[in-house]
């Protein structure tokens, strides 16, 4: 599938997907979360694709919120309809097998940041700037960002950015809990790939059921978390990456995954 909007890039099992409409910070229009939908869907059917980095085109932004310009004429109907699109992409970044990092390269605003809240984990730029500004909009925000930020950092931290409509830098984010790391602005995507490399080398049905655990788990009772955990660690034993890894480990040689 062709995409207006999305540049898409992959290398050994890692793609970069990089939003890509500089000349509005990267805005978030009905028609980019439905090629990011597309996308996302096909990448995670793709098994040649382990890890998939998101990033936002040119120096500025990652993305500056949804398209303000377009949301102004959006009816309440209309307006519904676009908030339970943007969050079945988060839920869907949620529900792949695949891990997916935000590298935030400028400004995570509104939409932007809902989507980088979706991901695995967020690596900032010193560029990075966080923020909900929806209240000076008149509105909240409408991609789950207030329930994944509550749930990550805690509901107090979370009432005072969303409350306050104020912009945090990334050594911020960082001390918050909502960036795991934070790098030069060039340093940003060749450490984001780094990582993604160190996952894709592990055994892809690991990590796949690791994230189903952790995601899965969060709306559970930490008991039925454990068993569902329980359940997962149970069934790779069914698999050849089990037996690769574990073998390759008393054989005292590097596993060679095939993520079955
Ligand atoms: N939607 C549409 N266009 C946007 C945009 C957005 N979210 N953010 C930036 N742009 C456009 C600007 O209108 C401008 O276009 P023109 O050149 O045609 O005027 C261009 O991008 C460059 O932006 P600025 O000139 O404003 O750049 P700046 O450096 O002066 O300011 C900024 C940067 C602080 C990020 C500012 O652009 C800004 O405040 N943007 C809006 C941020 C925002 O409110 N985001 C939340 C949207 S609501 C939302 O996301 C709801 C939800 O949860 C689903």
């Given at each position: 599938m062709e995409f207006k909007n999305l540049l898409i890039e992959s290398s050994d099992g890692?793609?970069?997907?990089?939003?890509?409409?500089?000349?509005?910070?990267?805005?978030?229009?009905?028609?980019?979360?439905?090629?990011?939908e597309c996308a996302l869907y096909e990448l995670d059917l793709d098994a040649a694709v382990k890890v998939v980095v998101v990033t936002g085109a040119g120096?500025?932004?990652?993305?500056?919120g949804a398209d303000i310009k377009e949301?102004?004429?959006?009816?309440?109907?209309?307006?519904?309809?676009?908030?339970?699109?943007?969050?079945?992409?988060?839920?869907?970044i949620n529900r792949m097998r695949k891990p997916v990092i935000a590298a935030v390269n400028g400004y995570a605003l509104g939409g932007g940041l809902e989507l980088a809240l979706a991901c695995d984990f967020i690596y900032a730029s010193e560029k990075g700037k966080f923020g909900f500004p929806e209240?000076?909009?008149?509105v909240i925000p409408g991609f789950g960002g207030?329930?994944?930020?509550?749930?990550?950092?805690?509901p107090n931290k979370a009432?005072?950015?969303v409350f306050s409509g104020r912009i945090i830098s990334a050594a911020k984010a960082h001390a918050w809990g909502m960036v795991n790391e934070v790098f030069a602005q060039e340093e940003l995507l060749p450490k984001a790939l780094e990582t993604a490399r160190e996952i894709?080398?592990?055994?892809?049905?690991?990590?796949?059921?690791a994230k189903d655990a952790i995601v899965s788990g969060l709306s559970m009772t930490k008991e039925d978390g454990c068993r569902y955990e329980a359940s997962l660690f149970g069934v790779l034993f069914a698999t050849g990456d089990q037996r690769e890894g574990m073998g390759a480990f008393l054989e005292k040689r590097t596993a060679e995954f095939k993520g079955k």
């Open positions: 890692i793609t970069t997907l990089t939003i890509n409409r500089p000349q509005v910070l990267n805005a978030l229009n009905s028609d980019v979360v439905r090629e990011l120096e500025k932004a990652f993305v500056a949301m102004s004429e959006l009816t309440s109907f209309e307006a519904h309809e676009f908030a339970r699109r943007g969050q079945r992409l988060m839920l869907l209240v000076g909009l008149g207030t329930q994944n930020l509550a749930r990550l950092i805690g009432n005072e950015l894709a080398g592990k055994g892809a049905l690991g990590v796949a059921y």
